[in-house]
């Protein structure tokens, strides 16, 4: 049962736009979503028939549950923000708040302690899943805080997932994801430079990704990118910027445990590279025009 919680949406981008969608059709009460760029709360909150928020304060103040799903560590900063009216700690008490972006494990916990010394409870969902996935509530949930917040918020998280793992206490599920993204980066990468390589020369690339899908080159982003790295179909569904974000998390870690990961720096330095050439936002398969011949001027 979807109960009567009154649910808000903070950050309603492609991600957060889809799982309102979906809690939305599987019987839960949406009561208000927000978006630093108002005219896509606005549009949603027609669709969905609820509040388009003036501010995340707002959002917190009228919903027993509050989603966010924002961009980075600044974004979560300024979210939760102590001493500031636009801030969700404003009407944290009594509150369950679920954060689903990938920032870094520190931001998490510093979340979590701040919407705890308001009264409030606390945990993050991290998503190893895309936009399709989040529509159809299908996600691959990694969950981190505490045990009893994890159970509380169980039935809106089963909602919107296939597969919901709990972690450990807060911080250790942005661990988790920083190194599947970090390994997916990696993946995609030098995906990118086998199909770039075998074009050079010249052969055939449909032929490539059919051999390299039965053989010990197969992997999960051959089935997602290969095709579009090869005909340079970059839709977006996971940006390059957001790509060199999230390997970037992974390399701070790595340095704060005293290991050098050089295939994971390599990756970090690609999609840096797209991003200067103006090209952050493609999906990360663009990272494909890199390494062919003739793409890139």
Partial sequence: MAGNRQIGIVGVGRMGANMARRLKDKGFVISAVQDRHAPAAES??????????ASPARVAEISDVVLTVVTNDVAMDEIFAEEKPTSLLCHAKGRLFINFATVSP????????????????????????????????TLYLMCGGKKSVFEQAQSILEAMSSKLLYVGPAGDAAKVKALVNMVMNSNTAALAEGLGLGDALALDLTMLREVFGQTGAASRVLETDGEDMQIRDHECYFSAAHAAKDSGIALDLAQSAGLKLPVAQATFDQYQRLIEAGKGELDKSGVAELVFKGRMK
């Fill in 44 to 53: 949603l909150a027609k669709e969905l028939s609820c509040e388009a928020a």
């Fill in 106 to 137: 520190e931001a998490h916990i510093k979340a979590e302690a701040r919407v705890e010394s308001k009264g409030g409870t606390n945990l993050e969902a991290l998503m190893a899943s895309s936009i399709t996935q989040a529509r159809e509530g």
